[in-house]
């Protein structure tokens, strides 16, 4: 089963960017998503891409603002305009949520 690390959170302002990674032990054949939690929130669907790269989907609130892609071995969620909602625990997994969970990667938006 494949391992996943998550990296690139931090702390930015509001309408500022990041760049989110998740690295695979092995290579997946999964279609691989990001995740986020929010404290005192339940865990929720953010982004998809197909594991041939070619179909990608998004979640309502993303409304334009974020773009997954991925490699052969890592997963990237490019996220922009961030607004302070935005603010939650990042993680990936295959769609279905097949893989053990990360630790995730904090992304704090500040106003």
């Known amino acids: 089963q494949a391992q996943l690390v998550e990296s690139g959170g931090g702390l930015v302002q509001a309408g500022g960017s990041l760049r989110l990674s998740c690295e695979a032990s092995v290579r997946t054949f999964s279609d691989m998503g990001w995740f986020r939690q929010a404290p005192g929130k339940e865990r929720e669907f953010v982004a998809a891409i197909s594991w041939t790269g070619s179909k990608t989907y998004y979640a309502d609130f993303v409304q334009g603002r974020f773009t997954i892609s991925k490699t052969k071995k890592t997963l990237y969620l490019q996220m922009s305009s961030l607004e302070p909602e935005d603010t939650a625990v990042y993680y990936c997994?295959?769609?279905?949520?097949?893989?053990?969970w990360g630790q995730g990667t904090q992304v704090t938006v500040s106003s």
């Open positions: 997994n295959s769609r279905s949520m097949g893989y053990s």
